[in-house]
């Protein structure tokens, strides 16, 4: 493992002095100043296959975060030709889902679900601390403990270890960690695998960039410092001009994507998604652009403490063991799960199950 430690700190310096800015001082950094309207989304999912004889089953995610600040998980309902089809509420993991059952000689499943929930922007001000609670024992145990896919191994251990050396506070700690990611880190899993060695750390993490924001949950946990991913869809373009930030909402099927929190005593949960700005880096027109120019810039400044309220949530649950499953563990439950007499069933093979997902939103 490299780290140009002298440049990440040197931008680490600059980056943390500016977040701490006054608002208007950095409104040409930051994207997300203030905290959003509540905006209202309808959701739907739509599952076919065929299916082979006998017993087939599925479990599809919907949302079920309900936080004061910033979700509110709003219902779902359904229509299918399952023979078995409720709502799972699992209250100990936070996970809603979608049971279904298929009857042995139906030949062609399908269900449709209209699910609905509000979301709106999150911004945190650094320059006004808060007096929040403090996180209960029982979160701060579950949101510190490492997960099958990111176990607390040595490489975490070490790594996290270099890069928070020098940090004084919890706000330091994890602002430091962000930076790390941001200036050392690419979407390429590949790298990342090379860096770690024979480490499981980061298999299987969300795809894409999203690993990213895995990592920064890691990193964050082995510090000492309770963090959280959150699995959900983006639903509506970016409000800011990000084409890497949004989704074209007649069809979101493949803008699943997780979030990162972590808690800070000041301040609460506090948003942080490192691999957003790595995408806006790999993405945004025309490409591979340098930490220097202003779109990264922006990101970078944006995406430690705020969030655009254009993407839905799901749940926030690791090492989930699927209802009526025979005890089958996930490690996340972000797109749905399909089980056939003939084994697991992938997405999108000529074998397969289709699945699409669209979002309309409403007036608030």
């Known amino acids: 493992m490299v780290i140009n430690r002298r440049r990440f700190l040197q931008l680490s310096g600059v980056l943390a002095g500016a977040a701490l800015l006054p608002g208007a001082a950095r409104a040409q950094e930051r994207f997300i100043t203030t905290q959003g309207p509540w905006r209202k989304f ?110 607390h191994d040595t490489w975490l251990r070490e790594t996290a270890a270099k890069i928070t050396e020098n940090a004084k506070t919890d706000l330091g700690k994890a602002k430091a960690l962000y930076e790390w990611i941001v200036e050392e880190q690419t979407c390429q899993i590949g790298d990342l695998k090379t860096l770690v060695g024979s480490s499981n750390s980061v298999a299987p993490t969300p795809e894409g960039c999203d690993y990213l924001n895995s990592l920064f949950v890691g990193l964050a946990r082995v510090s000492g410092l309770p963090a959280r991913e959150i699995y959900g869809v983006r639903a509506a373009p970016s409000q800011f001009g990000f084409e890497s930030l949004g989704a074209v909402p007649a069809d979101i099927t493949a803008k699943t994507h997780s979030r990162g929190e972590v808690w800070l005593s000041d301040y609460g949960w506090v948003p942080a998604t490192p691999g957003d700005v790595r995408r806006v880096i790999r993405d945004e027109a025309p490409g591979e652009l340098e930490l220097t120019d202003p779109k990264a810039v922006s990101a970078r400044m944006t995406l430690f403490g705020a969030w655009e309220g254009n993407w839905i949530a799901y749940n926030m649950a690791n090492d989930f063991v699927l209802p009526n499953s025979g005890g089958t563990t996930v490690p996340f439950l972000i797109r749905p799960r399909v089980m056939t007499a003939k084994g697991v069933m992938a997405e999108s093979l000529a074998d397969g199950y289709n699945l699409k997902l669209a979002a309309k939103e409403l007036p608030a």
Do not use: C
């Open 42 to 151: 309808d959701l739907a999912t739509e599952l076919k296959f065929v299916k082979p004889k006998g017993k087939a089953q599925a479990w599809i995610p919907v949302p079920a975060v309900n936080e004061d600040d910033w979700s509110r998980a709003l219902g779902s309902d359904w229509e299918t030709n399952a023979k078995v089809a409720r709502l799972e509420e699992d209250e100990a993991s936070g996970v809603d889902l979608v049971y279904l059952e298929w009857d042995e000689n139906e030949t062609a499943a399908m269900v449709r679900i209209s699910s609905h929930a509000e979301t709106r922007d999150r911004a945190t001000d650094f320059t006004r601390p808060l007096k929040t609670a403090e996180l209960p024992k029982a979160e701060r145990d579950r949101y510190t403990a490492p997960v099958s896919f990111m176990p």
